[in-house]
């Protein structure tokens, strides 16, 4: 059986969306006799924004998970500010407009670069090399963000020229659409893109998850070595939605929306635009609502039209997703709005329940949406097409979208096997 090691500071009980892209991943390598391995932070010594402890569940008997310590400074600001307040990326869960917001991001942006997670490298890089040499492994895996952890990779590849590395981007690295509220200064900007360029230079493959990011990156190196940026989606697990049934409201219109909600998502236009409904509405955020959200929904006087849960473990995040009319995936309002996507979207496309997609109409978010015949997307202007699709899904509860195995994870793990076996031509 073939062997990789996939390198990941997001491992369970991490919570969130990044972690499952290879929690999955390695759920389905053995289907293709491949076995993983993976090398991840102790949790006791981590900084994570979010905990769920229910992704334990889903790690494979197959896969060998190895933890190492860390040194993380973002414990530090946890135990000063309280653990619910260790920054999301971007500091999307702090407010943005005061002194501290300010000199915590600078700090960031400028005295850890690429990340403030790299304290986790000097533990991590023996343990890989000791994991590649006993294991006989000739491939690894780094994914980012963190985007320090290529680094492990860099290190591997330069003492082992043999040793295959498949450099995966969840995100994108200085074109992320945050990156600016890090404040880096341009020294910091220099070294930020000089790092990232080295990864992506010094990889044997690099991985994308939307067709953007696979342009992006691609456009940052030469013609030959842009070849070598593959696109590998996100995906849903079809085994998550078993043995859950779709049910919704008839009194009123039911809409979901889990995940971050910051303050450069620009909510208020779809607010305003709920507000104009001649029925009645409700929506429920399963994940961390930025402060100056929270500020404008009491201003606009919707509270009693919202609920607002907080992180939720990813199984009660899966049973809301069925229990609604439709749900709100809204772009970031950046320039950048177009490039890239959530991984989260997946899922949503898995529900099966319609997806209203606020934000640009052209994008990789609003194409997968259209692939899959999952939903509609809207201009932030749109206020008639919103209000039109809203009341075709309150009016029409056997929507059913065209998706298929194309994005289902057992699927996309093949793809990942292809591309393994590139590496024997």
Same mark, same amino acid.
């Given at each position: 059986?073939?062997?990789?090691?996939?390198?990941?500071?997001?491992?369970? #009980?991490?919570?969130?969306?990044?972690?499952?892209?290879?929690?999955?991943?390695?759920?389905?390598?053995?289907?293709?006799?491949?076995?993983? +391995?993976?090398?991840?932070?102790?949790? %006791?010594?981590?900084?994570?924004?979010?905990?769920?402890?229910?992704?334990?569940?889903?790690? %494979?008997?197959?896969?060998?998970?190895?933890?190492? @310590?860390?040194?993380?400074?973002?414990?530090?600001?946890?135990?000063?500010? *309280?653990?619910?307040?260790? =920054?999301? !990326?971007?500091?999307?869960?702090?407010?943005?407009?005061?002194?501290?917001?300010?000199?915590?991001?600078?700090?960031?942006?400028?005295? +850890?670069?690429?990340?403030?997670?790299?304290?986790?490298? @000097? +533990?991590?890089?023996?343990?890989?090399?000791?994991?590649?040499?006993?294991?006989?492994?000739? $491939?690894?895996? $780094?994914?980012? #963000?963190?985007?320090?952890?290529?680094?492990?990779?860099?290190?591997?590849?330069?003492?082992?020229? !043999?040793?295959?590395?498949?450099?995966?981007?969840?995100? =994108?690295?200085?074109?992320?659409?945050?990156?600016?509220?890090?404040?880096?200064?341009?020294?910091?900007?220099?070294?930020?893109?000089?790092?990232?360029?080295?990864?992506?230079?010094?990889?044997?493959?690099?991985?994308?998850?939307?067709? !953007?990011?696979?342009?992006?990156?691609?456009? /940052?190196?030469?013609?030959?070595?842009?070849?070598?940026?593959?696109?590998?989606?996100?995906?849903?697990?079809?085994?998550?939605?078993?043995?859950? /049934?779709?049910? &919704? !409201?008839?009194?009123?219109?039911?809409?979901?929306?889990?995940?971050?909600?910051?303050?450069?998502?620009?909510?208020?236009?779809?607010?305003?635009?709920?507000?104009?409904?001649?029925? =009645?509405?409700?929506?429920? &955020?399963?994940?961390? &609502?930025? #402060?100056?959200?929270?500020?404008?929904?009491?201003?606009?006087?919707?509270?009693?039209?919202?609920? +607002?849960?907080?992180? &939720?473990?990813?199984?009660?995040?899966?049973?809301?997703?069925?229990?609604?009319?439709?749900?709100?995936?809204?772009? #970031?309002?950046?320039?950048?709005?177009?490039?890239?996507?959530?991984?989260?979207?997946?899922?949503?496309?898995?529900?099966?329940? =319609?997806?209203?997609?606020?934000?640009?109409?052209?994008?990789?978010?609003?194409?997968?949406?259209?692939?899959?015949?999952?939903?509609?997307?809207?201009?932030?202007?749109?206020?008639?097409?919103?209000?039109?699709?809203?009341?075709?899904?309150?009016?029409?509860?056997?929507?059913?979208?065209?998706? $298929?195995?194309?994005?289902?994870?057992?699927?996309?793990? *093949? @793809?990942?096997?292809?591309?393994?076996?590139?590496?024997?031509?």
């Amino acid at each position: 059986m073939k062997k990789v090691l996939i390198i990941s500071y997001y491992w369970p #009980p991490s919570g969130g969306a990044g972690v499952q892209r290879w929690l999955k991943m390695a759920k389905y390598l053995p289907d293709y006799g491949v076995k993983p +391995f993976v090398l991840t932070v102790d949790e %006791s010594f981590a900084s994570y924004p979010l905990i769920d402890r229910s992704f334990l569940d889903e790690v %494979s008997d197959e896969t060998e998970v190895y933890r190492t @310590k860390s040194f993380e400074p973002l414990r530090i600001y946890g135990k000063i500010f *309280g653990k619910k307040k260790v =920054p999301y !990326s971007g500091f999307t869960n702090v407010k943005t407009d005061n002194l501290l917001s300010k000199m915590s991001r600078w700090v960031r942006g400028n005295m +850890f670069i690429p990340d403030a997670r790299k304290g986790w490298n @000097k +533990f991590a890089l023996p343990k890989a090399r000791e994991i590649v040499a006993r294991e006989d492994i000739e $491939t690894i895996i $780094t994914t980012g #963000p963190p985007h320090s952890t290529h680094f492990i990779g860099l290190a591997l590849k330069k003492s082992n020229q !043999s040793l295959h590395w498949i450099a995966d981007f969840r995100d =994108p690295w200085t074109d992320i659409y945050y990156y600016d509220n890090l404040l880096p200064s341009k020294n910091s900007r220099k070294k930020d893109a000089e790092m990232e360029r080295l990864v992506l230079e010094s990889s044997d493959r690099v991985l994308a998850v939307c067709p !953007s990011n696979q342009r992006l990156f691609a456009g /940052k190196l030469n013609k030959e070595n842009g070849e070598k940026v593959k696109l590998l989606t996100n995906g849903f697990d079809n085994d998550d939605f078993k043995g859950i /049934k779709r049910s &919704v !409201s008839n009194d009123r219109l039911e809409l979901v929306y889990t995940g971050t909600l910051a303050e450069i998502y620009d909510v208020k236009p779809i607010f305003i635009i709920l507000q104009e409904l001649d029925t =009645p509405w409700h929506l429920t &955020v399963a994940g961390n &609502v930025a #402060p100056e959200i929270c500020e404008l929904i009491r201003e606009l006087k919707i509270d009693q039209h919202m609920t +607002f849960l907080g992180h &939720v473990a990813h199984k009660e995040s899966l049973q809301l997703l069925k229990k609604c009319h439709a749900l709100l995936h809204i772009l #970031p309002n950046t320039s950048q709005a177009i490039l890239g996507t959530t991984g989260k979207l997946f899922e949503y496309i898995g529900s099966g329940t =319609p997806i209203l997609n606020f934000g640009p109409t052209e994008g990789d978010s609003a194409s997968f949406i259209k692939m899959a015949g999952a939903g509609e997307s809207f201009e932030r202007s749109d206020s008639e097409g919103v209000l039109q699709f809203l009341r075709f899904c309150f009016e029409n509860r056997d929507f059913s979208n065209s998706a $298929t195995n194309q994005f289902s994870r057992k699927n996309i793990t *093949g @793809k990942l096997v292809d591309l393994l076996q590139e590496f024997e031509q």
